[in-house]
């Protein structure tokens, strides 16, 4: 019997959320479900975002050095769950969910609780399987104040460990 990894344990007791981070890219607008996000400045405001390398979200967003980070609420898993993997997009919606552009040209969904417009100030962590970004915010917005987070400990998925 192969030994437990008492690491990978421990690193999906972390508190993770779910947000959906989205990007424009030359050919249209890209949707990608993450869980690394964190504040990482309270001045200047910047937050730090971790995205899977080779991942087409990961790649666009080191080169046009913008993306949006979107807040899941706890009751849109199906939300969440849309951007697991690539999907069809029109010139208003991905995967069935409708969005608008930003006065920063990023998408912004509809159905967002609450989101980040984010702009890649560096990029660390060189020698991992993910980017680490950390970015300063350019603008954010909340939909409904009172709405709970989707935390990925009330889903029946897990990523990371």
């Given at each position: ?26 050919d ?50 199906d939300f ?13 919606q ?34 991992g ?5 950390i ?24 990523y990371?460990?």
């Open positions: 019997m192969a030994d437990r990894d008492i690491t990978k344990d421990v690193l999906r007791m972390f508190n993770y959320g779910l947000y959906v981070a989205t990007v424009q890219n030359f249209g607008p890209r949707a990608a479900t993450i869980s690394w996000v964190t504040q990482a400045s309270f001045e200047p405001r910047l937050v730090a975002v971790g995205m899977r390398k080779g991942t087409a979200i990961c790649e666009i967003a080191r080169a046009n050095k913008r993306f949006s980070i979107q807040v899941v609420a706890a009751d849109q898993t969440a769950k849309a951007f697991f993997k690539v999907t069809q997009s029109g010139p208003d991905i995967a069935g969910y409708r969005f608008s552009m930003t006065a920063n040209g990023l998408p912004l969904f509809d159905d967002a609780a609450a989101w980040l417009e984010c702009e890649v100030v560096e990029e660390a962590n060189a020698s399987d993910h980017a680490l970004f970015c300063s915010v350019l603008g954010s917005g909340v939909r409904e104040p009172a709405r709970a987070a989707l935390a990925l400990r009330d889903t029946p998925w897990h990371g460990g």
